[in-house]
């Protein structure tokens, strides 16, 4: 219950219990101008305390808060991935301005801390920051820890961008890649190899593929069915029932001959895998033992092959990204099809993309346009 008095000006004292030590503390504000005025601004704080604000938390460091935030507000509400990226973003802005005081965070340190970022990460990811941690600061300007938002007007540093790394393997790099993989994993990881195939053959991602049942591939019919996907949530492995996209991700791929060769060659190493086992897996890619592949062990794997053999740096997803490009070198223009194969609503990312970058897409597209203007301009001779 609140108390109200008046002295030069009208203030209101209130009795609450401090939820970290439990101890009994009082909070008193003064300055309005009448006692309607305390009254509706004590009943306001009164609110707050009941939902777990501390009112002695406006001198805490900007790390501090956003990790209050992230576990009240945040975590377990979010995707497993929104949340890794969330933590990402706090991670980034900590790493300038952790230890300033929320109260002393204005519009040009906040700045300040931009600019400082801008040295290390790009435009577009600096954004998303920026939108994570506005969230953040709109969250304490409510509770009354800050008066205005500083990250609500944000300026971009121009940096001289460094030249963009391959997101896409092209065919020469792809068959000493997979030179390479065959030594490596042929004998005792060939899950991995055939994973691989898979991966190009059908621009899914790795969550995707380890989650593939016997079911979802059709030999009479030559497709594979993709309908669900692992996800990783702080090393607990669980199958998500839609793609990544939801219901627009899932789909059914037509697979090529020789892919259908290759999958048909896993099929058997799988059949030689599951008769030294008592369970029978319903997973199509399984390792020695019968379980699931990790996506985490596929792709340190991946890394440690490329490093061992002095290969191009090669991530899992980059061969979605090729896939990609091999539909635009098979002269694949239908975006409509490209989407629903890749499971990609978003045209833009899908133009935004690498597979008209690569070096065999611009000769097929410069010899089109060779042979379309010899024979345009040969009809003003």
């Not at 503390?25 to 777990?52: D, N, P, W």
């Not at 065919?171 to 390479?180: G, M, S, T």
């Not at 993989?181 to 059908?202: C, F, G, N, R, S």
């Not at 895998?273 to 399984?286: D, E, N, Q, S, T």
């Amino acid at each position: 219950m609140a108390s109200f008095r008046k002295r030069s000006t009208w203030e209101y004292r209130i009795s609450y219990i401090d939820r970290k030590t439990g101890e009994k503390k009082e909070l008193t504000r003064s300055g309005f101008k009448s006692k309607t005025e305390a009254k509706h601004a004590a009943r306001e704080m009164e609110s707050k305390i009941k939902k777990g604000y501390d009112p002695s938390s406006s001198g805490q460091f900007l790390i501090d808060y956003l990790n209050w935030w992230f576990d009240t507000y945040k975590k377990g509400t979010v995707e497993p991935g929104t949340e890794k990226n969330i933590k990402l973003h706090i991670k980034m802005i900590c790493e300038v301005s952790g230890y300033i005081r929320l109260s002393e965070i204005d519009r040009p340190s906040y700045q300040k801390s931009i600019n400082e970022l801008a040295k290390n990460y790009s435009k577009s990811t600096l954004q998303r920051m920026n939108s994570t941690i506005s969230e953040a600061f709109t969250e304490a300007m409510d509770l009354d820890l800050m008066h205005k938002n500083p990250a609500a007007r944000v300026n971009y540093p121009k940096i001289t961008k460094k030249a963009k790394k391959k997101k896409f393997l092209e065919l020469d790099d792809y068959l000493e890649l997979i030179k390479h993989a065959k030594m490596d994993w042929e004998k005792e990881y060939p899950h991995y190899l055939y994973i691989t195939h898979t991966l190009v053959a059908t621009g899914a991602r790795i969550g995707e593929i380890c989650a593939l049942t016997i079911d979802d591939l059709d030999l009479e019919k030559g497709t594979l069915k993709i309908d669900k996907t692992y996800v990783n949530n702080s090393g607990k492995y669980s199958v998500k029932p839609t793609t990544k996209t939801g219901e627009s991700g899932e789909r059914v791929i037509a697979l090529d001959e020789f892919t259908l060769e290759r999958l048909q060659e896993w099929l058997k190493i799988r059949a030689e895998i599951v008769m030294k086992l008592k369970k029978r897996p319903k997973l199509l890619f399984i390792n020695q033992l019968g379980d699931l592949v990790k996506m985490s062990n596929y792709g340190s794997a991946l890394d440690k092959t490329c490093k061992r053999h002095g290969l191009m740096h090669t991530t899992p997803h980059m061969f979605r990204h090729t896939h990609e490009t091999i539909l635009w070198e098979s002269d694949v223009a239908d975006i409509n099809y490209i989407g629903a194969r890749l499971g990609d609503t978003d045209k833009s990312i899908l133009l935004n993309t690498y597979g008209h970058m690569s070096k065999r897409s611009e000769q097929l597209n410069n010899e089109k346009i060779n042979k379309f203007m010899s024979t345009w301009l040969g009809q003003t001779k």
